[in-house]
């Protein structure tokens, strides 16, 4: 008789990214491998409060007792609260295994600003940019808009600095599109990112695996169209695909291609990441490829882009999952497990 591993599978949050949460994790739910895994399905809701999902219905309880009822964690939780290293962080002091990178680096490259300046610490090439905090903006809003564009132009990409799925994103092209889309950054953050615009291929590259032991997978290229010129919310996740192909692995030259994995698995050892990671560049015409930022959970929705850089590899859905699973329950040198005996049930 095997004992299947109790896998809580946390997902919801408060963030604004809530809703792709929610979506990765019904398709979690409706593809793990229920022969190896018992999930169970763990949302936090926007107040704070948890609730286990069961056959038997839906209860609400505590953090600390719907943990107790899970040997390990697969985390497909997004944004502020599920990404930034704090569910991490408590899942580390149950004694919880769980999917994806730790608290280090959750916390440093879900926030884009920090991610930036690791970037320029290890000379790894990103567009340049500004930080802009909110108290600054307030008191000098002009100054603050006229050096933006003196130093980047009026084309910039502006960014929350501690948002995802391109929410509260804009590309502007003129002084009053700069006020507008800072206006609408700083009602999610009090700090944002501003970003010179470079034209270019959007490639990601998707990295599988612990730090010093993983793989690469094909890049993914973004190829937009009818007018499309930048990966928005609604094309990430809207219904209609027509805007946005993908090409896997991504049309760029074989040199620009080793360029990525180098950059991507350089930070990857560095910051010795675990599960997976996601590194997002641009590629411009001169083929030097610029690190735009690192995604440190990825979508797992039917529409995400990790999951199918992970099927060019001929890593089906399910192995995937099953892979991420049985990374975060090896045994670990960083900190103290729970025994994974103690709650798991007969198959």
Known sequence: MTMKLRLGVLHGGWSSERDVSVSSAQQVMRYIDRSAYDPIA????????????????????????????????????????????????????????????????????????????????????????????????????????????????TRAVIKPARHGSSVGVSVTTSRAEIAAGLEMAFALDDRVLVERFVHGTEVQVGILGHWSDYRVLPTLELDFRDGQTWFDHETKYGTDRSRIHFHIPARVSDQATDRLAALASDLYERYRFTGYGRFDFLVPDDGQPLLLEINTITGMTPSSTYPLMAQHAGISYPDLLSELVEQAVQPSITAPRRSLTANAVPS
């Open 42 to 153: 763990i949302e936090i809701r926007t107040d704070h409060l948890w609730s286990v999902h069961t056959d038997e219905g839906v209860r609400t309880t505590t953090p600390s007792e719907a943990l107790a009822q899970i040997d390990a964690a697969l985390l497909v939780l997004h944004g502020i609260g599920g990404e930034d290293g704090i569910v991490q962080g408590l899942l580390e002091a149950h004694g919880v295994p769980y999917t994806g990178p730790k608290v280090d680096t959750s916390a440093i490259f879900m926030d884009k600003v920090l991610s930036k300046w690791q970037f320029q610490i290890h000379q790894i090439p990103t567009p340049d940019f500004v930080c802009v905090n909110r108290p600054r903006y307030l008191d000098m809003e002009d100054r603050v808009i006229a050096d933006l564009i003196a130093r980047l132009g």
